[in-house]
């Protein structure tokens, strides 16, 4: 039977250009708050999970060399994990992985990047294609996610207009998370439709901005946990899928990894119908169509439904079942860190500590990430309550 | 304290590569160059075709060992019209926008194939559009995926 583990400290840093924090400043300093968060110090740490996404973004490959006594990893295990976009919440679930398997019994997440220092993030986001099959004719990823926004335009009858509704709802709501970079007051539908045709289907408005950020968590054992805190987020489920690229009958609009995982991650936590049981939900949208899209695949309602949930009100802060209060990956996308503060995001509603984004009475919280060719998905579910 | 002068520093990192397109990559890109036709691979244990061929076909995990070869007319699966300034790896400069990447399926195949579509009007294009490549003349031919210049729209 898996140790009981629980979210005892977390750590964020804004996102924006950070030139006043070089990577190791910016990892130490994630890594400082946690601590602060949760009144325990470097010693108490004994493992350390590690995540950062392509190399390519600061040029300098194998961070963890780098960054380890930045995060208190000295002559302590330090394990490095990669999955593109996905890393945060691979980490936090590897993290998770640690305690439960009863080896450690405090273990730091921590993932990160820079985008700010490479001339181009998306020049470093083509290279993760196929040099030989596919890099010659893609742009970066908004050329990936604008073909999933084509496909699943046109295959239910929304248009651009279904994607700018989640811009206005979630740039909206970072105008109350402090860590957001895009905090755009005023910002209209209207507005959004007037902001330029980058990869047709997609605007200006459907896309997420280049931040620099890390974001750490700290998790605790069962019997640790109560000496460290009195308000924890216990973690419910954890769950990585593959979904795989170029597989048989690939259909972008239809995630079935993100399904798996949801059903995956629903049944270990208890839960029967997501909707009704979830109080809030942080999902990975650096693409604005892409929140239509995972409303499908986490099963918030059916396929080809998302963008009537939209439509509804219901994923709105104020709705039955909102969906990224923060403003999510689209008003703050480090791409290392993203994944994790969608998890982080999930853990600091259940203790009740989101701030102004709080959505009140949270129970139950789910956070998700993607990486790779919109293929890695990661899934975890924090409760109020001891499992 | 007196406030830091702020300092970072530039570097500009060239490393030129050489990819292995492997056994199945080099049969299906000389199969393009010298004969202007495209092949993909059977899985024997489910028959799904793969285009490009690969070493394993997912679901089963078996070498998908029959070569299949397939016409040059196919459906649009999906696209976008790309229109930001981009600065392509492969040469370091700026590619042409705007243009259309595709998701085409090859006719006979059940893998997608990412290519350029030559037509840019988001009002023409949608999934499903009937397409056509378009090959370089054999002299121009080097065993690249570009050796097809673009699809085009037959609809």
């Known amino acids: 039977m898996a140790t009981k583990v629980a979210v005892v400290g977390i750590g964020m840093t804004e996102n924006k250009s950070r030139w006043d924090l070089s990577l190791p400043g910016l990892y130490r300093l994630a890594y400082q708050r946690a601590l602060e968060d949760c009144g325990l110090k470097s010693e108490d740490i004994d493992a350390v999970a590690f995540g950062h996404s392509p190399e390519y973004f600061e040029g300098v490959n194998h961070p963890e060399k780098w960054c380890g006594e930045a995060v208190g990893a000295l002559n302590k295990p330090l394990f490095r994990v990669h999955t593109g976009g996905t890393v945060g919440g691979s980490v936090a679930i590897a993290a998770y992985y640690l305690v439960a398997s009863g080896k450690f019994e405090v273990v730091l997440a921590i993932s990160g990047n820079k985008l700010n220092e490479t001339s181009s993030a998306q020049i470093g986001l083509s290279t993760v294609y196929d040099p030989i099959m596919g890099r010659q004719f893609a742009a970066g990823a908004p050329s990936a996610v604008a073909v999933q926004a084509s496909k699943y335009y046109s295959q239910y009858g929304y248009n651009e207009d279904h994607g700018l509704m989640v811009a206005v709802k979630n740039r909206n709501n970072a105008l109350k998370n402090p860590y957001a970079q895009l905090r755009i007051p005023d910002y209209t539908l209207e507005g959004a439709r007037n902001t330029p045709m980058l990869c047709h289907p997609l605007r200006l408005a459907d896309m997420c901005p280049t931040s620099d950020a890390a974001c750490a968590m700290i998790f605790a054992a069962e019997h640790r946990v109560e000496a460290i805190t009195d308000n924890p987020a216990w973690v419910l489920s954890a769950v ?27 049944e270990r936590a208890g839960i029967k119908d997501p909707r009704r049981e979830l109080d809030v939900v942080e999902v990975y949208d650096a693409f604005s169509v892409q929140e239509l899209i995972w409303y499908e695949g986490l099963k918030l309602c059916d396929w080809g439904e998302g963008g009537r949930l939209m439509e509804s009100g219901a994923t709105r802060m104020e709705g039955d079942i909102p969906v990224n209060p923060s403003g999510g990956t689209l008003c703050a996308n480090s791409i290392g860190a993203s994944a994790m503060f969608r998890k982080a995001e999930a853990a600091l509603q259940v203790m009740g500590r989101a701030g102004e984004h709080q959505i009140p009475g949270v129970r139950r919280a789910l956070g998700h990430g993607w990486g790779g060719g919109i293929q890695f998905h990661t899934i975890m579910i924090f409760g109020k309550d001891k499992p | 304290m007196k406030k830091t002068e702020l300092l970072f520093l530039k570097e500009d990192v060239d490393i030129p590569y050489n990819w292995a397109a492997g056994r199945y990559g080099s049969l299906f890109l000389t199969r393009l160059r010298d004969e202007g036709k495209f092949i993909g691979n059977r899985c024997p244990s489910c028959g799904k075709v793969y285009l490009p061929p690969r070493v394993v076909c997912g679901p089963c995990f078996t070498p998908p060992e029959e070569i299949v070869e397939l016409g040059d007319t196919g459906t649009l699966v999906s696209y976008s019209v790309v229109n930001y300034p981009f600065i392509d790896p492969e040469t370091g400069s700026r590619r042409p926008i705007p243009y259309t990447l595709g998701y085409i399926r090859l006719d006979g195949c059940d893998t997608y194939l990412s290519h350029f579509v030559d037509e840019t009007d988001p009002a023409k294009l949608t999934p499903g559009l009937r397409v056509k490549a378009v090959f370089r003349p054999r002299e121009e031919r080097t065993g690249r995926l570009q050796d097809v210049l673009h699809f085009k729209i037959v609809d």
Do not use: F, H, Q, T
């Not at chain 1, 170029?246 to 995982?261: E, F, H, Q, T």
């Open chain 1, 240 to 266: 990585a899928v593959n979904e795989g690229i170029n597989y048989v009958d690939r259909d972008w609009s239809k995630p079935i990894g993100l399904r798996k995982a949801a059903e995956l991650a629903y």
